[in-house]
């Protein structure tokens, strides 16, 4: 019986061996240099561009939270940690604190109720939903100083909509901007109407992925319709609910243009947040030093807070 037999080795062949091998870490250093090079064409001026305009003028903010210094003097002088303990020593930041508290609670969990209620209901099969998807979504695009605006025709305790239409049934329009309670309760409501659409939209998206097929396994075993809500689709929202929580919580929190729009921090402070603050010390008082201190300690506190949504609510979302 026949054998297959190798062909004999030449000396051509033993050299090309070493050869060989000896090219291909040629070829893989050149393609990871290409690998590179595309990278750094590609990603190097977005790199840029935040190095630019957001890391180095955050670094700047934390040195200028170490000076003394008012916005337009030549000169500055080094207090250290003084800004920082001049703010947890005010009187009024502990009112500041829940002032900014309330606000980002009520427009982060409004939002997330209504926005997610809203995208059940544009998710039916109804007569000029698209149409309705537009609407909803509108007011997100609008310009916040545009819409204060508008909404402070609405609220005027005299010739406003909310006002007639509250006399109409008896009932006396409060003080909306007189009273901080209820000016607050004003800024809220405008904010929620202008950014529910962007969580409906996200939402809508997260129930248009829900698989059919689970929703009809459900039905099969006798689930009802807010049953088979609460116990498939919400879970399977979790990726998207955690994505929102995050960026909504932020969203709020660095609020700035309905407020000063429509109440300019007051009355008597009652809408003043921390986001507001830094503006007023910093351009109203010009006190850019202690401005800044303030930027810093709300910087950490966005940071703090999304480590614990990444490192504990994470860990209760299930991705697939």
């Given at each position: 019986?026949?054998?297959?037999?190798?062909?004999?080795?030449?000396?051509?062949?033993?050299?090309?061996?070493?050869?060989?091998?000896?090219?291909?870490?040629?070829?893989?250093?050149?393609?990871?240099?290409r690998n590179w090079l595309i990278f750094a064409l590609l990603a190097g001026p977005n790199i840029a561009l935040l190095v630019v305009f957001t890391y180095r003028p955050l670094v700047q903010s934390f040195y200028l939270s170490t000076l003394q210094w008012n916005l337009g003097s030549p000169?500055?002088?080094?207090?250290?940690?003084?800004?920082?303990?001049?703010?947890?020593?005010?009187?009024?930041?502990?009112?500041?604190?829940?002032?900014?508290?309330?606000?980002?609670?009520?427009?982060?969990?409004?939002?997330?109720?209504?926005?997610?209620?809203?995208?059940?209901?544009?998710?039916?099969?109804?007569?000029?939903?698209?149409?309705?998807?537009?609407?909803?979504?509108?007011?997100?695009?609008?310009?916040?100083?545009?819409?204060?605006?508008?909404?402070?025709?609405?609220?005027?305790?005299?010739?406003?909509?909310?006002?007639?239409?509250?006399?109409?049934?008896?009932?006396?329009?409060?003080?909306?901007?007189?009273?901080?309670?209820?000016?607050?309760?004003?800024?809220?409501?405008?904010?929620?109407?202008?950014?529910?659409?962007?969580?409906?939209?996200?939402?809508?998206?997260?129930?248009?992925?829900?698989?059919?097929?689970?929703?009809?396994?459900?039905?099969?075993?006798?689930?009802?319709?807010?049953?088979?809500?609460?116990?498939?689709?919400?879970?399977?929202?979790?990726?998207?609910?955690?994505?929102?929580?995050?960026?909504?919580?932020?969203?709020s929190l660095q609020s700035f243009d309905i407020i000063r729009a429509m109440t300019n921090g007051g009355p008597l402070e009652g809408t003043t947040t921390m986001m507001y603050s830094i503006y007023l010390e910093g351009f109203a008082a010009g006190r850019a030093g202690y401005s800044s201190?303030?930027?810093?300690?709300?910087?950490?506190?966005?940071?703090?807070?999304?480590?614990?949504?990444?490192?504990?609510?994470?860990?209760?979302?299930?991705?697939?």
């Open positions: 019986m026949a054998t297959a037999t190798s062909p004999p080795e030449t000396p051509a062949r033993r050299a090309g061996a070493p050869r060989a091998r000896r090219s291909r870490p040629r070829a893989h250093r050149r393609n990871r240099v000169t500055a002088r080094s207090v250290g940690l003084a800004n920082y303990a001049d703010f947890f020593a005010d009187p009024g930041t502990p009112r500041l604190l829940t002032i900014t508290a309330i606000f980002t609670l009520a427009t982060v969990g409004g939002g997330m109720v209504l926005g997610l209620l809203l995208a059940v209901l544009l998710n039916r099969k109804l007569r000029f939903r698209g149409a309705a998807r537009t609407i909803v979504v509108a007011p997100y695009v609008l310009s916040g100083v545009a819409v204060g605006l508008l909404w402070l025709f609405v609220f005027d305790p005299n010739f406003g909509v909310l006002s007639a239409l509250l006399g109409a049934f008896g009932i006396g329009s409060p003080d909306w901007y007189t009273d901080p309670e209820w000016a607050l309760a004003m800024v809220i409501i405008v904010y929620l109407w202008k950014n529910v659409g962007y969580v409906a939209i996200i939402y809508l998206a997260g129930l248009q992925a829900v698989p059919r097929d689970l929703l009809e396994a459900a039905s099969l075993d006798g689930a009802s319709p807010v049953r088979s809500f609460f116990s498939v689709v919400l879970p399977l929202l979790g990726p998207t609910t955690f994505f929102l929580g995050i960026t909504t919580l932020l969203t201190a303030i930027a810093t300690i709300l910087f950490l506190l966005l940071f703090v807070i999304t480590l614990v949504q990444l490192r504990f609510v994470e860990r209760k979302v299930h991705y697939a």
